[in-house]
């Protein structure tokens, strides 16, 4: 038998280190050959990383969260043969166990590496109340109607006392309420506004920000350290957008005309208002002091996911029409939910969406996509009644919330901007007429 280092693999595209987000093993695990082992995080792609021996895993080289760099051990493994480890290579310190999971080998057996099993929580004791008693909850500490546990000579001093043993704490086994316990709740009097079946929950639960929640909140925190923002807020009334929308879509369906949302109309409506405003289509190097503007219109799309927030581009808008937006708009989405999008396809965008569909709100206040200058923020459609000069009538009505780094736009530049875009959805033929 011999041993098998594997080391974190180069995982492409100049990357010196790649965090930890998730093992698929533990030690003791029998693997075979191209076992998913772990997965690794670079930027926004996520990427597993197999087995290429068969084997008993001995040791793992990290922990969940842990930044680690390429080529460097993460796991070791025993094997048939020879494996790849020679005498007097250095050997990476396994986990040490708690001295209470320490067991001697007996003599005629070798020692074999045990899991190292999660640290278990160890109950907190309450804090003692004046007079030595145990008690300190507030309400008992049983699942409600729940028969409380005492002996009868307690259950007997209840009764005389009148009080109801449900709202008294036990501190004995399973709950028993003892002596000390009813002397406890009687010297502290009646609890006024306390319910029956409330129990006051001291829990604190420590969660590591590991993997893609951890890229969101750094980006996030640039975002808001380094730009300041500038929020425009308009209403629009997309009344005739919706029936032309729901026309289009009675038409039939097929791979090259995909269901349209209000998206694609955003996007095409986007495309010809920064043809008149280009430099909203662009990067802004603060490091630098260098704006890029773009030709191509590439479009992120903001998507929630079960793993968080990812942002799916679009490249070249200006090049696509409304269905070929819709079709590749719904291909990025299921890439992005089922986690099999990839890093070209979740970079490169010069100017974002965000939108959260019914559930939008009616104002909210987007952060930009640093290092984007713009962001357009689709809050939910409502029906409003709106006054049309002789009566008040039915419309369908959104606000679009949109930020600007207010270093390279000026308030009146972003309003003209978010103007043109209304303007465009409003009279929606308008975007399909070219020059």
């Given amino acids: ?5 594997i080391r974190l693999p180069d995982v492409g595209e100049g990357v010196a280190e790649a965090e930890l987000v998730e093992w698929h093993v533990k030690i003791g695990d029998m693997v075979r ?16 990383i197999p087995s290429p021996v068969e084997g008993e895993i001995l040791w793992l080289g ?24 020679q005498e007097g290579d250095a050997t990476p310190e396994a986990p040490q166990l708690p001295p209470q999971e320490k067991k001697a080998a007996a003599p005629d057996q070798p020692a074999k590496p045990a899991a190292v099993e999660p640290e278990k929580k160890q109950p907190v004791a309450a804090p003692a109340q004046p007079g030595g008693t145990r008690s300190a909850g507030i309400g008992a500490p049983r699942r409600e109607g729940e028969k409380p546990l005492a002996s009868p000579a307690v259950r007997l001093r209840a009764r005389e006392a009148g009080i109801d043993l449900r709202q008294v704490p036990g501190s004995g086994p399973a709950g028993r309420i003892g002596h000390e316990d009813l002397d406890a709740f009687i010297a502290r009097g009646p609890q006024p506004g306390k319910v029956s079946g409330l129990v006051r929950n001291d829990r604190v639960e420590e969660i590591k920000v590991v993997g893609l929640r951890r890229k969101i909140a750094e980006k996030m925190q640039l975002a808001k350290a380094r730009i300041p923002h500038i929020t425009y807020v308009e209403e629009v009334d997309v009344t005739a957008l919706e029936d032309l929308r729901a026309g289009l879509n009675k038409q039939k369906p097929g791979a090259d005309r995909p269901k349209l949302t209000l998206l694609p109309f955003l996007m095409r409506a986007m495309v010809k208002a920064i043809a008149e405003q280009p430099h909203l289509n662009a990067l802004y190097d603060d490091d630098a002091g260098i704006i890029r503007q773009y030709g191509g219109v590439h479009i992120g799309i903001a998507a929630q996911t079960a793993s968080g927030l990812v942002v799916p581009v679009v490249k070249h808008v200006e090049a696509r029409d409304l269905w070929e937006c819709g079709a590749e708009l719904n291909r990025l989405a299921e890439a992005a939910k089922s986690g099999t999008a990839t890093r070209e396809e979740l970079s490169g965008s010069t100017i974002t969406i965000t939108s959260l569909g019914a559930m939008g709100g009616v104002v909210t206040t987007p952060v930009i996509n640093y290092p984007e200058v713009a962001i357009i923020g689709v809050n939910k459609m409502m029906v409003r009644p709106m006054w049309d000069g002789t009566q008040f009538v039915p419309r369908k009505m959104m606000n679009l919330s949109s930020s600007f780094d207010h270093r390279v736009i000026d308030g009146w530049d972003a309003a003209v901007f978010v103007q043109r875009i209304k303007a465009l959805l409003e009279t929606p033929a308008m975007i399909f007429v070219e020059g």
């Avoid at 038998?1 to 280092?5: C, Y």
């Avoid at 998913?36 to 990427?47: G, I």
């Fill in 33 to 48: 050959e191209d076992t998913v082992l772990a997965a690794v995080m670079t930027d926004k792609a996520t990427v597993e």
């Fill in 62 to 85: 990290a922990e969940i969260g842990d930044t680690v760099a390429i080529g460097s051990p993460i796991v070791r493994l025993k094997v048939a043969g020879e494996g790849n480890v």
């Fill in 1 to 5: 038998m011999g041993e098998h280092v």
